[in-house]
């Protein structure tokens, strides 16, 4: 176990444990507004003080980290379920014009800028939480395939494969029963790379109002609020800054942990 | 590499097509109507008409769609619906600042990065590498639009050593204009020079674990000398194809830092543009954008083919 | 010395003094930071406020005018004789006026405007104000006689706005992006996506203005704005977005802060042809269980009038209605059960993007979940707005500022987006409307506002606020907001 690895998780299992204890318990009401009770720096009562409309922000910034870690992780997963089988298929017909399509579909998703994108979807289908989703996912897909081709490409040419289809086995069963489970790996480091890149995307998409909507509490959204009250209550930005850099260092401190754990030879995308 | 060209161009050809639909069926379901929008609340309907008639917005879809891609085939990007300009003029405008910016952070980034990387390599392990890999995970981890926030609350309204914000232009003078895109830049920078050093790193380690470098220190190289005679320079080719990528990626990614500085640049224009429905202009501008990313893939996936010719059986 | 260079010897030494002198003056040059670029320059084809802050009363000018206590006063015309039934204006034109391009501003470019604006495929965006003009004469060059097909108290006051500005069929298609008017001002350059500057103009009838230049700068975001006036890049903020960084610069020197009021009535748009709101005792449950001074508190940081009906607060007129729905959350759950709804009932919010209807709404879906109503928040921009909200009345509820002077008369049209149907309301407007009597009409005003109150049409909230920055040095500044402009002729710098 590396440094790495260890705090890492450390980071990462603080922020979920944050998010899954919020279910159950935060120390105010979320959503509770008391004015009067305004941009108050953190104190004993209010650990991370409160928001411009007297909101507690610890239990906002715990409830917030239940709305990125949801929001990005569905989108890891739609671009795992999507990508991956793209990715094998692609590399099972290695040259075909099925190939070939796939992989051009990826360049075309890489090629639109992912931004205007998601801020273009968003203004079609409204801002939310699902739409942001769909958005982060969206550009997931690609990532997924092309890894998950690469890596099937060079186990194709093994010989334990070559065994199977020698045995009689077709390229989906192969596909499924040999060469996923040994880009398993692989995928997990992706994927928590792309988990934390998904939190930024989240944020990003927050701040300019199209994410998650009030009375949900979004990291990215805090920020905007406290955008003009910086000033003045340094705090309001400070915190929910905090919180998506220890996300998003943890993820990748785990994601570069893992790798190192179960194969050095692992190559990350990072894009 | 005749045939492997004239595939890649079709491909090329092909993926705009299916790009153009898609942009323009994704901008014109958007609800909104650009007439109403200009008009406001009190408009009545034979106004809106008139006015949509003057825009152009009386014929079909697809009609529209075969305006909008002919024009552009010859050059004309049509007309802004709200600002009445050509968009062309328009995108040219704000090019003036969203290149120069994203031209100014790059070298920003790699002006950090490069040192940051080799420092790095050469000391794999050391004390020294480790400051430096920590400090490109926090540089990873941090949104640049909080940076940038952060930015502006320390040098621009406590210490007021720059603007907060807003483009000087450079009819004032090259310095007084790049001096207004400094924050920005910096705020931009600092992610991708992360970025950027840890492949510089990574890329090198690659290359020092290689023959030639074995030898190079064989043949009584220091390791210095090895690293920075045949290292170097082997390991920028990966560092170049990320460079490319980066640049592609600031020119249409800066949107959020040109809203938190209200810059004019290409981002915010398309920002506005979407808000106000003027999806000529929404239309065009992402096209572009597309085009440019396209092309640059094709030309690189070409050099790569010219220069390594097993490539070309890959697709 | 030859004649020649005595005269050049002569210019050259008034020009120094000239220097001298505007040297000696103030700064005869501002900034003036506004949150929205106006989409083009042609007051008359637009909807968009912004277009008017730029060019009303500054590049254009219209027959009347509003000063900057919404008095209307003679503009272009120098005076007027009314018919006695009401119906016939005729106007006499001031004489030496000319346009910006040199050419000569009489009858016929006022007849050309006002046919422009009513004509079939006009694209004005607001032609009801013109609806009852039956024909426009020109009697002679200074002479223009306008006949109404009814009386209409207000028809001075609607050739005020920047709608009905005096332009010219010459330069009428490049109006929108190189105005020629008659104002104090000449267009002189526009850097799209950053600014526009105006410079004075040796030709205008009036007196000379004090400043030779202004360049208005488009800042949206409220944080930018913040930095842009905290680092003095920016001179005025015409419309601080952000009230609540109004206390930091107060509390600086360099600053004031001009704090006034708009036309802006903010209220709780309610559909009230949508279930359960074609309720009244819902709509009355509706305006108890909001609590005003928490929405101003918390939306705008304490800026903000209190109104309980929809009329402007600073006009004579005004009555005081806010006791009529007092917050009162138990008599609001009260009503809730009485009309059926014990458990409440959920709906939708949505909110356009200022930050009085962003922030608002958040304060009011809490204060509406108190008693048992569920709000959803839906934030929407301007163009779906005015596409699912404006037409297409798919909403329950909705946030904004109708900010149009004196526009209570929305509520006799049916077809109006929160479809208020009343025809005792009706009939009072149609009264109002021929009434010239200036104590009648008081009288029927403040019996309109009392109707839309008791019939709890809307939740009235508050009458939005004017907040104004600028550099301490710079007076003349329009406090309150009558219409949207910033009348540059009357700003200058102090010392």
């Not at chain 3, 989409?39 to 009347?64: C, K, R």
Request: glycine residues 8%; contains cysteine; charged residues 15%.
């Amino acid at each position: 176990m590396s440094r790495n690895l260890i705090l890492g998780s450390a980071l990462s299992s603080l922020v979920v444990l944050a998010a899954l204890v919020s279910f159950v318990w935060t120390p105010y009401d979320h959503a509770a507004l008391n004015i009067p009770d305004k941009l108050q720096p953190p104190n004993a009562q209010h650990w991370f003080g409160t928001d411009h409309f007297g909101r507690d922000m610890f239990s906002m910034i715990m409830v917030g980290a239940r709305t990125s870690i949801a929001v990005a992780l569905v989108a890891v997963g739609i671009g795992m379920a999507l990508g991956v089988p793209l990715g094998l298929t692609a590399a099972a017909r290695k040259g075909s014009w099925l190939d070939e399509v796939i992989m051009r579909g990826n360049d075309l998703v890489f090629a639109f800028p992912s931004l205007v994108i998601a801020i273009l979807i968003t203004a079609v289908f409204g801002a939310g939480a699902i739409n942001a989703i769909i958005a982060i996912g969206i550009f997931n897909i690609p990532v997924f395939a092309r890894i998950t081709r690469g890596a099937a490409l060079s186990l194709w040419e093994r010989e334990f494969i070559l065994a199977a289809r020698v045995a009689g086995k077709g390229a989906a069963r192969i596909s499924a029963e040999h060469i996923l489970p040994n880009v398993a790996n692989l995928l997990i480091v992706q994927g928590t790379i792309q988990f934390s890149l998904g939190i930024l995307a989240e944020a990003g998409l927050s701040y300019v109002g199209l994410g998650a909507q009030s009375p949900t509490p979004s990291w990215g959204r805090m920020l905007a609020d406290a955008q003009t009250m910086v000033s003045f209550a340094p705090h309001l930005a400070l915190i929910p800054g905090l919180a998506i850099i220890v996300t998003v260092l943890g993820l990748n401190l785990l994601g570069d942990g893992l790798r190192d754990w179960l194969d050095p030879r692992i190559r990350v995308a990072r894009a | 590499m005749l045939r492997y060209t004239l595939k890649r161009l079709l491909s090329l050809l092909v993926s705009l097509a299916v790009a153009s639909v898609v942009i323009f069926a994704v901008i014109e379901v958007a609800p909104g109507d650009p007439a109403s929008f200009m008009l406001g609340v009190n408009a009545q309907e034979d106004t809106l008409a008139a006015l949509r008639a003057e825009l152009g917005l009386d014929v079909s879809k697809t009609q529209r769609y075969f305006n909008w891609i002919s024009g552009m085939l010859v050059g004309d990007f049509g007309t802004s619906y709200t600002y009445r300009t050509p968009v062309s003029q328009m995108i040219a405008d704000r090019l003036w600042v969203s290149l120069p910016l994203a031209l100014y952070a790059l070298t920003l980034s790699t002006l950090i990065a490069f040192p940051a990387g080799i420092y790095a390599a050469a000391r794999r392990g050391k004390p020294g590498d480790l400051t430096v890999m920590g400090a490109t995970q926090l540089g990873i981890a941090v949104p640049n639009f909080w940076f940038a926030m952060m930015l502006v609350l320390i040098f621009a309204i406590n210490l007021r050593w720059f603007n907060a914000g807003g483009f000087a232009g450079w009819d004032n003078g090259f310095w007084t204009g790049l001096h207004s895109l400094t924050l920005p830049a910096i705020a931009l920078a600092l992610p991708q020079a992360a970025i950027l050093a840890r492949v510089m790193r990574s890329s090198l380690l690659d290359i020092l674990a290689e023959d030639f470098m074995r030898t190079a220190r064989a043949k009584g190289l220091t390791r210095r000398q090895a690293l920075w005679r045949h290292g170097v320079r082997n390991a920028l080719i990966p560092v170049l194809t990320i460079i490319g990528l980066q640049f592609s990626f600031l020119l249409a990614g800066s949107i959020i830092i040109e809203q938190v500085f209200y810059l004019p640049g290409l981002g915010r224009l398309v920002f506005q543009a979407i808000s106000a429905r003027d999806l000529i202009v929404v239309e065009s501008v992402v096209m572009l954008l597309v085009f440019a990313v396209i092309t640059v893939n094709f030309l690189v996936d070409l050099a790569y083919a010219a220069v390594d010719p097993r490539l070309r059986s890959r697709t | 010395m030859t004649l020649y260079s005595v005269r050049t010897c002569a210019s050259a030494l008034a020009l120094g003094a000239t220097l001298l002198a505007s040297q000696a003056l103030a700064k005869s040059d501002i900034t003036i930071a506004m949150q929205l670029e106006p989409p083009h320059l042609d007051p008359t084809s637009a909807a968009a406020q912004a277009i008017d802050s730029v060019v009303y009363t500054n590049i254009f000018e219209g027959l009347t005018r509003f000063m900057g206590d919404g008095s209307v006063v003679p503009g272009l015309a120098e005076g007027w004789e009314i018919s006695d039934d009401g119906t016939v204006y005729t106007f006499t034109l001031r004489d030496g006026v000319t346009f910006h391009d040199g050419s000569t501003m009489d009858a016929e470019d006022v007849k050309f405007s006002l046919d422009r604006a009513t004509a079939e495929d006009s694209a004005n965006a607001q032609k009801a104000l013109f609806a009852g003009i039956e024909s426009v004469e020109v009697v002679d060059p200074l002479t223009v006689k306008i006949t109404l097909s009814e009386p209409n108290g207000n028809f001075l006051f609607n050739l005020a706005w920047g709608d009905a500005v005096i332009v010219a069929p010459e330069s009428i298609d490049d109006i929108k992006t190189n105005p020629v008017g008659t104002g104090a001002y000449t267009f002189g350059d526009w850097v799209q996506g950053d600014s526009i500057t105006l410079n004075r103009n040796p030709n205008y009838w009036g007196e000379q203005p004090a400043l030779e230049t202004a360049t208005f700068k488009f800042i949206s975001d409220p944080t930018a704005a913040f930095s842009a006036m905290m680092a003095e890049d920016v001179d005025v903020f015409d419309n601080f977005p952000a009230p609540e960084n109004l206390p930091q610069f107060e509390a600086d020197p360099r600053f004031q802060v001009l704090v006034g009021s708009t036309e802006g009535e903010t209220i709780l748009s309610t559909n009230n042809k949508q279930a359960p709101f074609d309720d009244i005792r819902v709509r009355q449950a509706l305006a108890h269980a909001i609590d005003r001074q928490a929405i101003i508190d918390g939306a705008m940081f304490g800026y903000g009038t209190p109104i309980g009906t929809h009329f402007a607060p600073h006009n004579p007129a005004y009555v005081d209605l806010t006791e009529n729905s007092a917050y009162d959350p138990e008599k609001a759950k009260a009503m809730l059960a009485e009309a059926g709804f014990a458990d409440g009932f959920e709906t939708t919010l949505h909110l356009p993007p200022p930050s009085y209807a962003r922030r608002g709404g958040e304060i009011i879906a809490a204060q509406l979940a108190e008693v048992g109503i569920k709000a959803e928040i839906i934030n929407v921009e301007w163009a779906q707005w005015l596409e699912s909200v404006f037409k297409g009345k798919e909403f329950g509820l909705t946030i904004v500022s109708h900010t149009e002077p004196m526009d209570i008369g929305i509520y006799a049209r049916p077809e109006y987006y929160f479809q208020y149907d009343s025809t005792d309301f009706q009939a009072l407007m149609d009264t109002l409307n021929s009434t010239t009597d200036p104590d009648e009409r008081t009288r029927l005003m403040g019996e309109a506002q009392r109707l839309i109150a008791d019939d709890y049409v809307n939740g009235y909230l508050f009458q939005l606020a004017k907040l104004g920055v600028a550099k301490a040095g710079v007076q003349g500044l329009w406090e309150n907001a009558p219409t949207a402009a910033i009348d540059l002729s009357a700003i200058s710098w102090s010392e």
